[in-house]
């Protein structure tokens, strides 16, 4: 990891605890969204030192792999062992899988369960594909246009570029929070940013769907 990399995660974790603290100032419980993928293991292990109040943060994903959530390719085995450690470990998280076989049979659960957290969010921190997704709204995902259109919370995506069915927010839902964050690294993805900042079609590169929010870019080379 470089220092400018482990310095980002330290930044993004130090805006996030204020912006947590902030809110629970005037209110019982927080909820803080987070994305998966390789990018955040940094900034949850900055995250989880800090001094919160843990037991009234709430903690979900921003989207999921339709995996078991022992496998490697499950956000939330990320989250659990790098964010939800030591004190953090009391912070309420909801998952976005349940035992249903398919995502497609399990969203109106998951939905259920995501509706009786604290919206809006605190704080939305998105990730970035090379390709322009965020959470598991894809350029190719079959229920792109419904996932950018729908009040419905989660959608079930089905994505030809992906090996795993997904459930993903809806970008309305990703929407309804105080703070927006992009956190990514590297060229590569900054070229992607600069590329999606100089047009509009959300369908080419969905990360679009968030660029008027306002949202703060949290980037390192
Ligand atoms: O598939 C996913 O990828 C993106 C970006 O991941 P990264 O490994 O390039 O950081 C992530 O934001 C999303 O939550 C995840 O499901």
Same mark, same amino acid.
């Given at each position: 990891? %470089?220092?400018?990399?482990?310095?980002?995660?330290?930044?993004?974790?130090?805006?996030v605890f204020?912006?947590l603290?902030?809110?629970?100032?005037?209110?019982?419980n927080?909820?803080?969204v987070?994305s998966?993928?390789?990018?955040?293991?940094?900034?949850?292990?900055a995250?989880?030192?800090?001094?919160?109040?843990?037991?009234?943060?709430?903690?979900?994903?921003a989207?999921?792999?339709?995996?078991?959530?022992?496998?490697?390719?499950?956000n939330?085995?990320l989250?659990?062992?790098?964010?939800?450690?030591?004190?953090?470990?009391a912070?309420?998280?909801?998952?976005l899988?349940s035992?249903?076989?398919?995502?497609?049979?399990?969203?109106?659960?998951v939905?259920?369960?995501?509706?009786?957290?604290?919206?809006?969010a %605190?704080?939305?921190?998105?990730?970035?594909?090379g390709?322009?997704h965020?959470?598991?709204?894809? $350029?190719? %995902?079959?229920?792109?246009?419904?996932?950018?259109?729908?009040?419905?919370p989660?959608?079930?995506?089905?994505?030809?570029?992906?090996?795993?069915?997904?459930?993903?927010?809806s970008?309305?839902?990703?929407?309804?929070?105080?703070r927006?964050?992009l956190h990514?690294?590297?060229?590569?993805?900054r070229?992607?940013?600069?590329?999606?900042?100089?047009?509009?079609?959300?369908r080419?590169?969905?990360i679009?769907?968030?660029l008027?929010? $306002?949202?703060?870019?949290?980037?390192?080379p």
């Amino acid at each position: 990891m %470089s220092d400018a990399r482990t310095q980002l995660a330290e930044q993004l974790a130090e805006a996030v605890f204020q912006a947590l603290n902030d809110d629970l100032e005037h209110q019982e419980n927080a909820l803080l969204v987070v994305s998966g993928g390789s990018t955040p293991v940094p900034f949850f292990k900055a995250l989880a030192a800090k001094p919160l109040p843990w037991e009234r943060v709430e903690i979900t994903l921003a989207d999921e792999r339709w995996v078991d959530d022992q496998s490697d390719d499950s956000n939330a085995k990320l989250v659990r062992e790098h964010l939800l450690q030591g004190a953090a470990a009391a912070a309420h998280f909801e998952p976005l899988t349940s035992e249903a076989g398919t995502p497609e049979e399990g969203v109106s659960d998951v939905s259920e369960r995501a509706l009786s957290l604290s919206w809006p969010a %605190s704080v939305v921190i998105l990730g970035m594909g090379g390709d322009g997704h965020t959470a598991s709204l894809f $350029p190719d %995902s079959l229920e792109l246009g419904l996932a950018l259109a729908t009040e419905e919370p989660l959608v079930a995506v089905r994505t030809p570029s992906q090996p795993q069915p997904r459930i993903t927010f809806s970008a309305d839902r990703l929407h309804q929070a105080r703070r927006h964050i992009l956190h990514i690294t590297g060229d590569d993805k900054r070229a992607v940013l600069a590329k999606a900042l100089s047009g509009d079609d959300m369908r080419q590169l969905p990360i679009r769907a968030f660029l008027s929010c $306002p949202l703060a870019i949290y980037w390192a080379p």
